[in-house]
Nanobody, 115 residues
Framework: QVQLVESGGGLVQPGGSLRLSCATSGFSFSLSGMSWYRQAPGKERKFVAT????????DYADSVKGRFTILRDNAKNTLYLQMHSLKPEDTAVYYC????????WGQGTQVSVSS
């Protein structure tokens, strides 16, 4: 039973920073690629970032390149998303995702960027 639990969301002003965490259990975290997705109100869920098993490689959506960093701590079975220079367009529910095989979603955490 895979479990992914996001935390760290909240309200931040434009230009601010926030770090999201995803605590995982129920699988071999170090053997799984991991990703972040987000879903804004009235929109479909979209890819944000992904990271390889070791953390050596990562890829990002064009909309967040240069501002967001995906990180993982295999010793803690935890995935992170470090977000800088936040914009109102970043407002969304952010979801942790375990890559295939045996994919799984977290419950999401709300990020609101507003002055």
């Amino acid at each position: 039973q895979v479990q992914l639990v996001e935390s760290g969301g909240g309200l931040v002003q434009p230009g601010g920073s926030l770090r999201l965490s995803c605590a995982t259990s129920g699988f071999s975290f170090s053997l799984s690629g991991m990703s972040w997705y987000r879903q804004a109100p009235g929109k479909e869920r979209k890819f944000v970032a992904t990271i390889s098993r070791s953390g050596a490689t990562a890829d990002y959506a064009d909309s967040v390149k240069g501002r967001f960093t995906i990180l993982r701590d295999n010793a803690k079975n935890t995935l992170y998303l470090q977000m800088h220079s936040l914009k109102p367009e970043d407002t969304a529910v952010y979801y942790c995702y375990k890559n295939l095989p045996n994919s799984s979603w977290g419950q999401g955490t709300q990020v609101s960027v507003s002055s």
